[in-house]
């Protein structure tokens, strides 16, 4: 598995919104590529405690898109949503819903930007309420499982 | 996660711009009432009332410095911030190193059509 020092930063410029921010060393086409293909969306985004099972995207304005991914222990999360604004490769505009919880609909922003043969993505998500937002940050099916296991990583290797 | 008063949560303090700006002159050292009233190019009372709030929960600390009271930052109610959102910093982290995986393996493919358009390559098939 590759390590990597570009970590991604996450802030929240707004009670209601999330700013992702994150480096590719890589021409944004290529990161554009990545980022709107089912079969490589389908390697990244679940990262690696789940697996994506299902990853669906028609790229034009009013298309859908749908990622459907299984946690260890066959727990399933879906996320759809709509294309708002497509504009490869630079801005995609598209709503983003938890199954789960489809009340609250996410508008996320992606905009990228090359210097240098580098590529800096951007990703503002902007929900309903504050109370939406947080629920986002809390939820934390990848994250509450990865903190456990980082949390087990540092026990074991504590006793190494 | 539910959320205090404006008053009496850091997180929502912290939402306001300008009390922003007064932790970010307090995170250069102490401050006093004046100081800050000059670099915000605010008036006082509004100054001595962001600074109020900032105190109640906790983000800034005051000390009295013979006719001056200087201000200065207590970063541990952040902290509390930087906890929340880690384990979804993290979760981002290793979505977006696995794109870097995918997106490295588009850049050789490209990189070898461009050498030579007619080679194969080494190519890869995803599983």
Redesign the interface.
């Given at each position: 598995m590759?390590?990597?020092t570009?970590?991604?930063?996450?802030t929240?410029p707004?009670?209601t919104q999330?700013l992702?921010t994150?480096e590719?060393?890589?021409p944004k086409h290529?990161?554009w590529?990545?980022?709107t293909t089912p079969?490589?969306v389908a390697?990244?985004?679940?990262?690696?405690?789940a697996k994506v099972t299902s990853a669906e995207i028609d790229l034009r304005v009013g298309g859908t898109w749908r990622y459907v991914a299984t946690a260890n222990g066959g727990f399933e999360v879906a996320f759809h949503g709509e294309y708002r604004e497509v504009s490869a490769p630079d801005r995609l505009v598209n709503t983003e819903i938890f199954e789960g919880a489809p009340e609250g609909v996410g508008m996320v922003t992606t905009t990228f930007t090359e210097a240098g043969g580098r590529t800096t993505?951007t990703q503002l998500c902007e929900y309903g309420d504050?109370a939406v937002r947080?629920m986002?940050?809390?939820s934390?099916m990848?994250?509450?499982m990865?903190?456990s296991l980082?949390q087990l990583e540092q026990v074991a290797v504590s006793l190494t | 996660m539910a959320r205090a008063a404006t008053t009496t949560d850091a997180f929502n303090a912290v939402a306001e711009p300008r009390r922003r700006e007064i932790l970010d002159l307090l995170a250069g050292g102490e401050r006093s009432v004046t100081q800050l009233v000059e670099s915000l190019g605010l008036s006082q009372p509004l100054v001595s009332k962001h600074l109020r709030v900032l105190r109640e929960v906790g983000l800034v600390r005051v000390r009295d410095a013979g006719r001056q009271r200087l201000y200065r930052l207590d970063a541990g109610p952040l902290r509390s911030i930087a906890t929340w959102l880690g384990p979804f910093e993290r979760a981002m982290s290793e979505r977006f190193d696995l794109m870097d995986d995918v997106i490295r393996e588009l850049k050789a493919q490209e990189d070898e059509n461009d050498d030579d358009d007619d080679a194969l390559g080494e190519g890869h098939a995803p599983d």
């Open positions: 590759t390590t990597t570009h970590s991604a930063k996450v929240l707004t009670d999330i992702i994150r590719f060393d890589a290529l990161v590529k990545a980022y079969e490589l390697r990244w985004w679940s990262g690696e405690r993505m504050r947080d986002v940050i809390d934390g990848e994250g509450g990865q903190e980082d | -």
